[in-house]
């Protein structure tokens, strides 16, 4: 059963829904926003509480009530910003309702998108996804993995350095995610070794608007192209950030290619791989990145032959009744508040083209 008709839904109160849910509000609607969290703050409340706002590097006000400028650098995101949301959310008057999990979308046959919910269903003429990454934490595939007798964990379970002491400690990953372990578990794990698949590209200067612009460009070519997107880092490189600069001092950006296999107490190189041997080790944390959030939509039959789904901007292009926000260029802060004004005017567009019912 319906639980309710509206015209427009956004499903998540990340960065990027509440950007899109204030420009569809400037546009006139009313939209719902569905949160699957227990309260406000999206992916930032369940980041780890060692990660403090001197550390953090790119959050971005919310368009139209900026953040207190004056925050204590040492307080952790996880509390900062899902307060700031809050704050957000209350002023705005924004119509969240949480906790509520999106399981399928779906059209039906006059042309609506039916959500189906742990709550019941809602039914809307435009629908705007705002899922985000942080609940899909990504684990690529090594022989042996399975048999690893010591710890293994995702960069999404890093709850600080503590716990770490005296081990020997292996990061996988080449993004700000591993720079932030690496920086605060040296000198309290017995021992550290950093592995990539690529050698990092460190980025000397300023990252201004011009240079993020471009970043965002590149991502964007790939969903344009229909082909899984890759993490915004990919193409600005790593900057001199908090933790890139404490773990440079710390003397832990030593980078190890990628090992062959993990065997049981350690992971191996092959010979022909340039390093060869044997490293010991009784942890490895996966700073491996995230994929998208979009297992919800899978009833569109949006994916292409690549993986990936075609966007334009922020508009499905197999679904003209949905945005995607927080996808690709907009899953980073860099993206999330124009992908959510490129949104808002798609659904504009839309439903002012379109009659609220079909003719008889």
Do not use: C
């Not at 705002?130 to 609940?135: H, I, R, S």
């Not at 001199?240 to 001092?249: K, M, Q």
Request: proline share 6%; charged share 20%.
């Amino acid at each position: 059963m319906i639980v309710e008709e509206t015209e427009v839904v956004v499903i998540g109160a990340g960065q990027a829904g509440l950007s899109s849910a204030y420009f569809l509000r400037r546009f006139g609607f009313e939209p719902v926003v569905l949160d699957a969290g227990d309260g406000a703050g999206g992916a930032w409340r369940h980041r780890s509480p060692s990660l403090t706002m001197d550390k953090v590097h790119g959050i971005f006000d919310l368009p139209g009530v900026p953040r207190d400028p004056e925050v204590d650098g040492r307080r952790s995101v996880a509390e900062v910003v899902p307060a700031y949301y809050a704050a957000y959310e209350e002023e705005l008057g924004l119509d969240v309702v949480r906790p509520v999990k999106v399981t399928s979308v779906r059209r039906d046959q006059d042309g609506r998108l039916v959500l189906a919910t742990d709550a019941g269903e809602w039914s809307a003429r435009a629908v705007v996804n705002a899922t985000g990454t942080w609940t899909r934490p990504h684990w690529p595939y090594y022989p042996g993995a399975a048999g690893f007798e010591g710890r293994q964990l995702h960069y999404a379970s890093y709850r600080g350095p503590e716990e770490f002491s005296g081990r020997n400690v292996i990061v996988v990953g080449g993004g700000a995610s591993a720079m932030h372990v690496l920086s605060e578990i040296a000198g309290i794990a017995a021992g550290t070794a950093w592995v990539t698949r690529r050698p990092p590209v460190f980025r000397d200067g300023d990252f201004g608007e011009n240079a993020r612009r471009e970043a965002v460009a590149l991502v964007e070519e790939r969903v344009r192209a229909g082909l899984p997107p890759q993490s915004v880092v990919s193409a600005t490189g790593l900057g001199y950030s908090t933790v890139v600069r404490e773990a440079l001092a710390k003397g832990v950006l030593h980078r190890l290619p990628m090992f062959d296999r993990v065997t049981a107490h350690g992971v191996t190189w092959s010979a022909d791989s340039g390093t060869g041997g044997f490293l010991a080790a009784d942890t490895i944390i996966w700073a491996t990145g995230f994929r998208s959030a979009l297992d919800h939509l899978a009833p569109l039959r949006l994916r292409e032959p690549g993986g990936g789904i075609k966007v334009d901007g922020t508009q499905a292009v197999k679904e003209p009744a949905l945005q995607l926000v927080g996808y690709g260029p907009s899953a980073s802060t860099i993206g999330a508040n124009r992908a959510g004004r490129t949104a808002a005017r798609n659904v504009r567009g839309y439903l002012t083209s379109r009659p609220a019912r079909p003719a008889a």
